[in-house]
T-cell receptor, first 117, second 109 residues
Framework: DTEVTQTPKHLVMGMTNKKSLKCEQH?????MYWYKQKAKKPPELMFV???????INESVPSRFSPECPNSSLLNLHLHALQPEDSALYLC????????????????FGNGTRLTVT | GIQVEQSPPDLILQEGANSTLRCNFS?????LQWFHQNPWGQLINLFY???GTKQNGRLSATTVATERYSLLYISSSQTTDSGVYFC???????????FGKGTRLSVIA
């Protein structure tokens, strides 16, 4: 079982809907990430939170809005998405991106498979 | 930015066979990780290996940082080894990983 939990596992939404993806980890990690993965492609980084602050936004459209309520939780709010946004959305965490040296493997959740109709 | 190249892109093995997957990168790294993504999409961290050799059961990995490559060895392959193997590298522990395009492995019984 993965130690990073994502809900829901599947989501179908219309282009006018507002929905949220949720991610939770209890490993004491201080960095959390959102990745987007299209079929037969590697994961693409969207956002990084470090110590609950947004540290990296990879030029993601504003219809994706991340939120980190505390060190264990990460949300991704979705609004006015397009069909091309359909993908597997993966959450990940790592120990400490600012001072990590040898012990910072990236741990992924099982993902949310999003379909935009 | 740093470039990551994985080979081969696709591999088909008979159950029980051994294989070697390669990851080449274009610059020095302090962070290198191997992942396995199963057919259901779950991404599992196999190794954190910026240098040296590690083993975990039938899997082992070696990174030769000075020559900018890493190898993932799979011995006595099983059908459950099928999926995509990604190498991801970073120039330091403080920067996001860059993923290669992956090696798609199919192990047939």
């Amino acid at each position: 079982d993965t130690e990073v939990t994502q809900t829901p596992k599947h989501l179908v939404m219309g282009m006018t809907n507002k929905k949220s993806l949720k991610c939770e980890q209890h490993m004491g990690h201080r960095a959390m990430y959102w990745y987007k993965q299209k079929a037969k492609k590697p994961p693409e980084l969207m956002f990084v939170y470090s110590y609950e602050k947004l540290s990296i936004n990879e030029s993601v459209p504003s219809r994706f809005s991340p939120e980190c309520p505390n060190s264990s939780l990460l949300n991704l709010h979705l609004h006015a998405l397009q069909p091309e946004d359909s993908a597997l959305y993966l959450c990940a965490s790592s120990q400490d991106p600012l001072t990590a040296v040898d012990n910072s493997p990236l741990h992924f959740g099982n993902g949310t498979r999003l379909t935009v109709t | 930015g740093i470039q990551v190249e994985q080979s081969p892109p696709d591999l088909i093995l008979q159950e029980g066979a051994n294989s070697t997957l390669r990851c080449n990168f274009s610059d020095s790294v302090n962070n290198l990780q191997w992942f396995h993504q199963n057919p259901w999409g779950q991404l599992i961290n196999l190794f954190y290996i910026p240098s040296g050799t590690k083993q975990n059961g039938r899997l082992s990995a070696t990174t030769v940082a000075t020559e900018r490559y890493s190898l993932l060895y799979i011995s006595s392959s099983q059908t459950t080894d099928s999926g995509v193997y990604f190498c991801a590298v970073g120039p330091s522990g403080n920067t996001p990983l860059v993923f290669g395009k992956g090696t798609r492995l199919s192990v047939i019984a």
